[in-house]
């Protein structure tokens, strides 16, 4: 089957983009690095209560229906319960799944001090058994992450477990996005620097991969518009895509689909973002309008609000306060836009 993904990569490839094919991504993955925490909040109650993990799919239940996003990125024991009922049936988003994860995302285990120490590969997910059935069930899609410490020995590491994921993968006809963190412990460079380190990592580590193996897209931090201008200019054969990092204000949320996508990033891969926001599905037609060029980022806060206020939920933040940009990355930028 034909998804919308497949349209939109085929569209950007041919040099057709347009403000509509920008990708959206939903990361529901979150239970393979955190534990209790992972599903988010039930807002509809007070005071707010944590989602059970039946809640969490019957959110993403919704989110399938609703049809905005274009990927849903689950863990493969979620995606096996989305499969029992049938939800991505008949449906045009693309499943996938964790391939693996880097012990920084382990951070979100509460008392553990993980993060203390560079990351580390892990990889648990069972590909062959993702692909058994696709595309009746399962998925031929995964996401691979790395992160770089500036460590011979951990890098080196790194490398070859991508190495050996890739040759999985090419045994098993299974695709793959490559994400690329920021590295999870200062290693004595500007933020400036931190672009520049992440995006030579990612030239060299893509080198030596035969086009067979290399992945759809590439999933990074948006370290400012110098870097992502500097990636999305380098290589017209690489997508790139961003991921949302921490949850921020709603305004952080919108503004970063737009600076992202004004710098060359062609997807939005947001987790938190879209998963601790009062109205999950509200805020999704909102990203979609921003990135369709239909609406800019602060009148869709205040549109996002007017929407909580119409559902009777209390909002996270007051509209002032939620109309204010805090991540730093994001702030320059968005000045000369004004």
């Keep these: 089957m034909v998804t919308r993904l497949d349209r939109k990569l085929a569209n950007i490839r041919a040099g057709r983009y347009k403000p509509t094919d920008f990708v959206i991504a939903d990361a529901k993955d979150s239970d393979v690095g955190a534990g209790v925490t992972a599903t988010g909040f039930d807002y509809s109650v007070r005071p707010p209560r944590r989602r059970s993990r039946q809640e969490f799919i019957a959110q993403i239940e919704e989110i399938i229906k609703q049809d905005i996003v274009d990927i849903m990125l689950v863990s493969q ?55 058994a059935n696709y595309p009746t069930r399962g998925t031929d899609l995964a996401l691979y992450s790395v992160s ?17 994921f890739r040759a999985e993968a090419a045994r098993t006809n ?88 004004r710098y060359g990033a062609r997807l939005a891969l947001f987790g938190r973002k879209i998963n601790l926001a009062e109205a999950p599905l509200h805020l999704i037609v909102l990203m979609r309008a921003v990135a369709d060029g239909t609406i800019g980022p602060e009148e869709a806060v205040r549109a996002y609000h007017g929407d909580l206020q119409k559902l009777g939920l209390t909002p996270n933040r007051p509209l002032a306060d939620d109309r204010v940009i805090t991540e730093d990355v994001l702030t320059v930028a968005a000045a000369k836009a004004a």
Aim: proline residues 5%.
């Design 148 to 164: 770089f410490s500036n460590d011979v020995e951990l890098d080196i590491r790194t490398l070859n477990a991508f190495a050996e």
């Design 174 to 261: 299974f695709k793959y996005f490559y994400e690329v963190f920021n590295p999870s412990v200062d290693i004595g460079l500007s933020s400036e620097q931190i672009g520049e380190f992440v995006n030579d990592n990612i030239i060299k580590s893509l080198a030596s991969v035969p086009k067979a193996e290399r992945p759809l897209f590439l999933k990074t931090p948006y370290n400012g518009p110098k870097a992502m201008e500097e990636l999305a200019n380098f290589d017209s054969e690489l997508i790139v895509g961003v991921l949302g990092g921490g949850a921020g204000t709603t305004r952080d949320t919108f503004e970063l689909v737009a600076q992202s996508q």
């Design 77 to 131: 024991s979620n995606l096996d319960l989305l499969d029992e009922r049938g939800a991505f049936f008949g449906s045009e988003m693309k499943p996938a799944i964790r391939g693996n994860l880097e012990t920084m995302c382990w951070g979100a285990v509460r008392h553990g001090v993980y993060t203390q120490k560079p990351s580390a590969p892990f990889r648990d997910a069972n590909l062959s058994r993702a692909i």
